[in-house]
Nanobody, 119 residues
Framework: QVQLVESGGGLVQAGGSLRLSCTASRSIFSINAMGWYRQAPGKQRELVVVMTSGDRTDYADSVKGRFTFSRDNAKKAVHLQMNSLKPEDTAVYYC?????????????WGQGTQVTVSS
């Protein structure tokens, strides 16, 4: 079991920055993948960034060069630094984790944090 708690959302003007954090209830060292998704009103949830084994990090094209994912194993946390924010980045952002044990895998989600970018 892994509980994930996000923080850091809020209201910001276009061009501004926010830093989201996600803290896990246990060590993230053995979690196979962690990342961030987002869901805008009326749209499907979409991948923002994911870090998999070997610290490979994949970003959505729409955020490349603006968002940076980081992982702090000691603090059981991951972060998403979001710069040059645009109104289209407005969404609820969810932290996600995938744990794989042999043939079994399970996904965990945080409760989400609202990010609103005003024009």
């Amino acid at each position: 079991q892994v509980q994930l708690v996000e923080s850091g959302g809020g209201l910001v003007q276009a061009g501004g920055s926010l830093r989201l954090s996600c803290t896990a209830s246990r060590s993230i060292f053995s979690i196979n993948a962690m990342g961030w998704y987002r869901q805008a009103p009326g749209k499907q949830r979409e991948l923002v960034v994911v870090m998999t084994s070997g610290d490979r990090t994949d970003y959505a094209d729409s955020v490349k060069g603006r968002f940076t994912f980081s992982r702090d194993n000691a603090k059981k946390a991951v972060h998403l630094q979001m710069n040059s924010l645009k109104p289209e980045d407005t969404a609820v952002y969810y932290c996600a984790a995938r744990v794989v044990r042999g043939p079994n895998e399970r996904d965990y989600w945080g409760q989400g944090t609202q990010v609103t970018v005003s024009s």
